[in-house]
């Protein structure tokens, strides 16, 4: 195997320590610990298994913790309700509104009645406006992507005039990390393609990328000859391909694959993130990273 194989899972590790060790010093220089909600609406399985993990992080870095668990009819006006009540509660640095949300309720309506300030995800308008204008203007990235520009840096990737190519424009992934990646900023930089379902020829921009991000939700879209030698790739993509019986739970568990022909792409690549272990545990990462900054904006301190 020629690339270098970036984990998610241990540059997890040294980012929750990291933070662990900032709750720490604040609750004994200020008296407090960062406080986060996360409001989840109905049963769904891979919802509870996404909410319990962020709980288990949550108290694992020393937050306070909310889980506010509602049924799957609950009305739009009783969430909304509830998000007014955490924006005006002091104790609380973070609102996570787990999605999707039941087809009754207006996502759009509920995210964006979340108060800026509190908004962790970043997907509010006025944290999508902070992160286009770039510098001292953002406050919470979102979180995926946030993920993806850490990992390359921690890795020792060279962003600044690096070629990075985006393949997907989703309001999550895609569009957020493009813009981050061109900013004048540290980890930045770059000059930035973003390719998409209506690009002519994916092939030959993927093979001009230095680094390679791919967010397109197509299990082995990018092929090995599209990958520029020596080239970092980052697979965004968690694809269920199958099941199997885990050999450690005895329980039936999902097949996950990337967006890239991985084992092909490795040979060939100079850095690469493995799925699973690659991005997926750095999205909760971050959004720790965002509450602890929120607390820290409050404080004065960030
Ligand atoms: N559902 C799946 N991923 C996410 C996420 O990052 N944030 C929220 N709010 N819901 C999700």
């Known amino acids: 195997m020629a690339a270098k194989l970036i984990k998610g899972t241990e540059i997890r590790e040294e980012i929750l320590e990291e933070i662990t060790a900032d709750v720490a010093e604040i609750k004994e220089k200020?008296?407090?610990?960062?406080?986060?909600?996360t409001i989840l609406?109905?049963?769904?399985?891979?919802?509870?298994?996404?909410?319990?993990?962020?709980?288990?992080?949550?108290?694992?870095?020393?937050f306070n913790e909310i889980q506010d668990?509602?049924?799957?009819?609950?009305?739009?006006?009783a969430l909304l309700g509830m998000i007014d009540k955490y924006n005006k509660d002091d104790s609380i640095n973070g609102i996570l509104v787990q999605l999707p949300?039941?087809?009754?309720?207006?996502?759009?309506?509920?995210?964006n009645a979340i108060d800026p300030?509190?908004?962790?995800?970043?997907?509010?308008?006025?944290?999508?406006?902070?992160?286009?204008i770039g510098g001292d203007e953002v406050k919470f990235p979102p979180c995926t992507p946030a993920g993806i520009q850490e990992m390359i840096v921690r890795a020792g990737v060279e962003t600044s005039g690096a070629e990075v190519v985006v393949v997907g424009r989703s309001n999550i992934v895609g569009k957020p990390i493009?813009?981050?990646?061109?900013?004048?900023?540290?980890?930045?930089n770059s000059t930035v393609t973003v390719v998409h379902t209506r690009t002519k020829d994916l092939?030959?921009?993927?093979?001009?990328?230095d680094i390679l991000i791919v967010a397109a939700g197509v299990p082995g879209l990018v092929k090995p000859?599209?990958?520029?030698?020596?080239?970092?790739?980052?697979?965004?993509?968690?694809?269920?391909?199958?099941?199997?019986?885990?050999?450690?739970?005895?329980?039936k568990i999902a097949i996950l694959s990337g967006d890239v022909d991985f084992d092909a792409a490795k040979e060939i690549a100079g850095y690469i993130t493995p799925v699973p272990g690659g991005v997926g545990p750095m999205t909760i990462t971050m959004l720790m990273k965002n509450t602890l900054k929120s607390l820290k904006f409050k404080l004065g301190i960030a």
């Open 30 to 37: 200020h008296g407090v610990v960062p406080g986060l909600v």
């Open 69 to 77: 668990s509602q049924p799957d009819d609950l009305s739009e006006e």
């Open 41 to 62: 609406v109905g049963e769904s399985p891979a919802s509870i298994s996404y909410v319990t993990l962020k709980i288990k992080t949550a108290h694992r870095v020393g």
């Open 203 to 209: 092939a030959a921009h993927c093979l001009r990328a």
């Open 101 to 111: 949300l039941p087809k009754h309720i207006d996502e759009k309506k509920i995210l």
């Open 225 to 251: 000859e599209w990958i520029k030698p020596g080239a970092c790739v980052i697979d965004v993509g968690v694809n269920r391909i199958g099941e199997k019986i885990s050999e450690k739970t005895g329980k």
């Open 117 to 132: 300030d509190k908004d962790v995800d970043g997907f509010h308008p006025v944290n999508v406006g902070r992160l286009m």
């Open 178 to 188: 493009a813009n981050m990646m061109f900013q004048k900023a540290a980890g930045a």
